[in-house]
């Protein structure tokens, strides 16, 4: 690996794997992971519980910029309450992207992020990594997999939780969020230019791996800035 801090992004839909092929990787690669979905699933969850109007976006920047967001190890806090498992419930989900387009809360987040960065290796995984937080990362990936495909993940993760969704109804909510992702006006989920596309339709998750560290092992081989 080439000295300096090295920042690996991995952008993508949810349901592409790219959660548990960027955790992975970074504990193959030593690295921190960051995992910025959970960032906007954690103020999503907190206006949820205080009934909070998500039009008032003024009301959901202010809850952003005093939230004090904890990670360790694979541990989320909020406000210092363990949210670990209430932000992947289906309702948050759904909120997520609504909360993820207000231009406040990116700003606050997408600050948060480079922070989180700063003097270290890190991977990290979300929407808008590779285009607008970390744009001079020396390696960016963006995930892809089919609609259906990426419902089933999603059933079989909800249903080792306990819950129950019919997978027409993940379907709905997986197409209304690409929707709201892809056409909102302030970092929208595109893959970067410089971006390595990634389908992990019919791949296995060690096979993406394998393949996301050999392209890292390539791309990182000579000294590189990632400020």
Not at 44 to 66: E, K, P, S, Y
Not at 79 to 96: E, F, H, K, S
Not at 103 to 116: I, K
């Amino acid at each position: 690996m080439s000295g300096g801090h090295v920042v690996i992004t991995i952008d993508g839909p949810a349901g592409t794997g790219k959660s548990t092929a960027a955790r992975k990787l970074a504990q193959l690669l030593g690295f921190s992971f960051l995992d910025t979905g959970a960032m906007y699933r954690a103020i999503a969850w907190g206006c949820l519980q205080q009934g909070m109007d998500l039009t008032r976006h003024d009301l959901v920047t202010n809850f952003a910029r005093q939230a004090d967001l904890q990670f360790e190890d694979q541990t989320i806090r909020l406000n210092g309450q363990d949210v670990t498992q209430a932000i992947r419930l289906p309702q948050v989900t759904l909120v997520a992207s609504q909360v993820a387009a207000i231009e406040g809360v990116r700003e606050q987040m997408v600050a948060l992020q480079r922070r989180a960065a700063e003097g270290q290796n890190i991977v990290t995984e979300g929407r808008d990594q590779g285009t607008i937080v970390f744009p001079k990362a020396p390696c960016k990936f963006f995930l892809t997999a089919s609609p259906l495909e990426r419902a089933k993940r999603r059933e079989a993760q909800l249903r080792s939780s306990g819950q129950s969704v019919p997978l027409e109804e993940i379907l709905e909510q997986q197409q209304l969020r690409d929707e709201r992702d892809e056409n909102r006006t302030i970092a929208p989920l595109r893959p970067a230019a410089d971006a390595t596309i990634v389908d992990t339709t019919s791949t296995s998750l060690e096979e993406v791996i394998d393949y996301l560290q050999r392209v890292v092992m390539t791309k990182t081989s000579s000294p590189r800035t990632t400020a």
